[in-house]
Structure formats: C-alpha cells, structure tokens
Nanobody, 127 residues
Framework: QVQLVESGGGLVQAGGSLRLSCAASGGTFSRYAMGWFRQSPGKEREVVCAINLNGGSTYYADSVKGRFDISRDNAKNTVYLQMNSLKPEDTAVYYC????????????????????WGQGTQVTVSS
C-alpha cells in the first residue's frame, strides 16, 4: 500500500508560480497512475491533472491547461505539479492521488478511480 505526502504549498501573489511535490513510499511507484486534485471550501473535489505510469500521457482540466504541468520521476518516487500564472481561483487544498494499474497508457480523471490519497497541501493565491 502506497503512502503519499504532498509538499510545496503556500501563499503566492496572482501571476506567481509554485511547484508541488508528492512523495510516495510503501509501494512500487512505477505501477501507480497519479493525479492531482483540488478542493476549495464549499466546492467538490475536482481533478486538476493526471499522468500515466511512465509520464508519456497526461490530462489537464480546461481551467489549468497551458498554466500547469504535471510530471513524474519514477526513480525518485515523486510526482510534481508546476503551477504558473496562478490566479485567485486556483486557491484550494491540493491533493495527490495514486491508482494501482496494469494499463501503462491509462490516465484517470475521476476521484473515485483513485484508492490512495495524500493529506493535502494548501495553496493560496492573493489578488
């Protein structure tokens, strides 16, 4: 069973950048498809982006396309979320999630498709 720990959140001004990291342990990281989700008060958890086992396939929500970049380093058991041109509406708790899969090309968009979750890291974007 994999454990996930996010880091890198914080307070940033609009237009700024942050890089989130999610370190995995307790499992074979390269067997897990990964995703980043976010949730702000009063809203449902939503997918931000996702990546397949080897990083060759990705998905981005329309709201972050062109501004965010997901990547993974299987040697370091870590998935990253580079966030640029941040907007106040990006303010949320960001979670990484993992799904064990045998399908190397698959990218998973739904939160119900992930079995393992980190504790979340707060991102606040001031205007």
């Amino acid at each position: 069973q994999v454990q996930l720990v996010e880091s890198g959140g914080g307070l940033v001004q609009a237009g700024g950048s942050l890089r989130l990291s999610c370190a995995a342990s307790g499992g074979t990281f390269s067997r897990y498809a990964m995703g980043w989700f976010r949730q702000s008060p009063g809203k449902e958890r939503e997918v931000v982006c996702a990546i397949n086992l080897n990083g060759g396939s990705t998905y981005y929500a329309d709201s972050v396309k062109g501004r965010f970049d997901i990547s993974r380093d299987n040697a370091k058991n870590t998935v990253y979320l580079q966030m640029n041109s941040l907007k106040p509406e990006d303010t949320a708790v960001y979670y990484c999630a993992a799904r064990l899969t045998v399908f190397s090309g698959s990218v998973y968009r739904g939160h119900s498709e992930y079995a393992y979750w980190g504790q979340g890291t707060q991102v606040t974007v001031s205007s």
